[in-house]
């Protein structure tokens, strides 16, 4: 103990100095209050008198928590000399927020806090999920590979043009994000830039060779030696690039997906994400497959209440039952969020996937507004998007209008509709919905903003997927869909609205589906716990008040590019890797975060 103190205490000072500074400290911790060996141990950091909620869902308790190095040191009534106290009464400790599902990968380069996570109280942050990362990319490839990252995600090419790719393959981006961080942030090798990088142009054409197999996997073993956190790969077949082709990574077929799943078996390291798995793994256990042949923990979107999908919730949950009953680990990911699209008709990713309506989404305002005065196109519509004709739609469920609702009209003679359905609307003028739909937007000039939310909307359902112990809480997308959503407010909505309101679980288990079981399944076995010996990620919040506030549109993106912001409320403080963030939502200017690491690389560098 002597040793550590002695080291804390000089580290910035020149040599010569030691040995008085440390005499000084000494000297100091004896004055103070002598302990049964005579010396106190100093700490960086003592949060007082909080209530403790340490992540492993065990009963919450009063006391103290000290850090020291960047660690979790004691737990209970200290009395320690600290560089720094914070005064924690009343408020619960906790160990800081997973955030588990992000597409950050551009973001971070110019935002290190990746803010909205951290309002929210996340310490951690993990993206390059859904087979969208930002490297490896070969030079002059870029523009194409962000293309990939903008459409399916919703960030604009303008903002994704600014981006300085200062590293090709994925440990120099590792390395690269290492230097300038706020928060932690854990990364996924994404198999789109990865197929992309070995079979160009060809990646959305056809599968790969036994050669390009192989390739992909020198690729995949790099990423992971140098410690990504696990390979994501997608099966959603919503997922479009901005000519309306499919993900690079959809195009693959099981074999390729399983011998770069195969890496991570052979690492014996790192978790397998995958986008749209839901339907995958329904349709034939691809997901569970996946985690069997690898020995590794698979992650997929989503298990939902769904309009689109009535009842399929409850037969996802059987068929996740039987497979964990069988001893693998294939979980669907979750969210208390709604999943609400805020957009208006010049960019929408509503209609997507819907052969007539797709591309006049992607063509100019101009051709927009003459489709849609075109009476030909609108019967198209009227079959495609009423009737069904060939089949359903992705983004829509049968009776999607009752699910949209008017935001702000433009005009005001159409202001009385604002907070009305489409089919409240329609009904009201007595139109058909799609000319009803169609008229606004001609006669708004596609400006009229509409919020559509089809998704967990029926409050009993939510309440059962957030209480499974077999599916995973996280989902925010932060960082993706910035023009239209946002879910950063999972963790607090989690604390207020279905712990405080409607009481679903203790705040000792919402907190251990934040932390520990994020961190367990990610494979961050030093975090998501209070405990001596962990990292001193912490979040201090007010269990009475935390909660997401109401959504803001900021221009704070490069070239003032908008999004949405989701404030959070009751968040005091967050603590990474030991140093303070933020504190009462403003940030300290410490840049404590770190890129988390794979027990592979830790194992190599011990
Ligand atoms: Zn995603």
Redo the contacts with the bound molecule.
Sequence with gaps: MILEQIRYAVAPRPRRLRLRATDGVINQARNQAPSAKGIMMAYDLLIRNGRIVDGSGMPAFRGDVAVKDGKIVEIGKLSGPAKRVIDADGRVVAPGFIDN???YDAQVTWDPLCSFSCDHGATSVIFG??S?SLAPVRKGKEERLSEFLSY??AIPMEVLNTLEFTWETFPQYLDQLDHHLGVNVGNLIGHTAVRYYVMGDDCQRRTATEDEIKEMQDLVRDGMKAGALGLSVSRNQGHFDPQGVRMPAIWADEKEIFALGDVLRELSTGLIQS?GGNGAEMKDALMSRLSEATGRVVVY?NLGQTMRRPGQWQKHMAQVDATTAKGIRAFPMCTPNRITDYFTMRNTQTFRGMTVWHPICLSSPEEMLKSYADPEVRKKLHEEAIEFKNGPAIGICSTWWDYMVLQTAVLPKNQQYEAKTLGEIAKAQGKGIIDCFLDLAIEENLDTEWLHGENNVDDEAVAKILTYPNAIIG?S?GG?HVQFQSGFGFSTRLLSEWVREKQVMSLEQAVRRLTFESASTFGLYDRGLLRPGMVADIVIFDPDTVRPLPLEVVHDFPTGAKRIKEPAQGIMATVVNGEVLLEDGKHTGALPGRVLRNTYYQGIRA
Excluded: R
Aim: proline share 0%.
């Design positions: 599902h992000c597409h999920n859904c969208l399916v995600e986008g979107n989902l997308d993706a």
